[in-house]
């Protein structure tokens, strides 16, 4: 078993749609989140970084990690053609560690 | 906010020649630097984790002779693929942290290798 699991989709939705994506882990020790966005041939994009549990709200993103279900989401309000890529969550127990990734989840927005 | 800049983005190389890829850090101090590789659509898979003025830690399966590592300042590191062959075509990202978690990890563009 891996120790970050994501749906890699793809996952397609209507412009303007609230879209959720979600990961789930098993290291009780990971205490960093994060959410990369990734565009064919490019580096991925920091999104979202949260420490422990708790929301963290920016802009049309909302990061939420339930460390007791060891479950983590991104919300994307309002979803935009331009959303469309593939969203890397990722994780560790310090941050100086390499980080764990799921193996991403793609996304298409459609206007 | 951090930036780390990763240049070549594409690379042609012939077989048995070597490259090199540099990844720096533009305005922070990058106490730990890591190399990936991502094959197409698939997740970023860790080659190395190197410190500053230390020698780095290869994954399991990577060669460290093949894939030379170099973190000689904190702004600064490099990846040489040594005597390329058609299999290490790949899209190759560095990462960069300052250690503290101040701005999580930052990556850089990536480079697209493609040996002939």
């Known amino acids: 078993q891996k120790e970050v699991e994501q749906d890699p989709g793809p996952l397609s939705v209507p412009e303007g749609a609230i879209v959720s994506l979600n990961c789930t882990y098993s290291n009780s020790a990971f205490q960093y989140f994060m959410w990369y966005r990734q565009y064919s041939r490019k580096g991925p994009e920091l999104l979202m970084y949260?420490?422990?549990?708790g929301n963290k709200e920016d802009g049309r993103f909302t990061a939420q990690v339930d460390k007791s279900s060891k479950y983590i989401s991104l919300f994307i309000r309002d979803s935009q053609p331009s959303d469309s890529a593939t969203y890397l969550c990722a994780m560790n127990s310090n941050s100086g560690y390499a980080l764990n990734f799921g193996k991403g989840t793609s996304l298409l927005v459609t206007p | 906010g951090a930036v780390v800049s990763q240049h070549p983005s594409r690379v042609i190389c012939k077989s048995g020649t070597s490259v090199k890829i540099e990844c720096r850090s533009l305005d922070f101090q990058a106490t730990t630097m890591f190399w990936y590789r991502q094959f197409p659509k698939q997740s970023l898979m860790l080659m190395a984790t190197?410190?500053?003025?230390?020698?780095?830690?290869?994954e399991q399966g990577v060669e460290k002779d093949k894939f030379l590592i170099n973190h000689a300042s904190l702004t600064l590191s490099t990846l040489t693929v040594t005597s390329a062959h058609p299999e290490d075509s790949s899209f190759y990202i560095c990462?960069?942290?300052?250690?503290?978690?101040?701005?999580?990890?930052?990556f850089g563009s990536g480079t697209r290798l493609t040996v002939v």
């Open positions: 949260t420490y422990s549990s």
């Open positions: 990462s960069a942290s300052d250690g503290q978690g101040t701005y999580g990890y930052t």
């Open positions: 190197s410190n500053e003025g230390s020698k780095a830690t290869y």
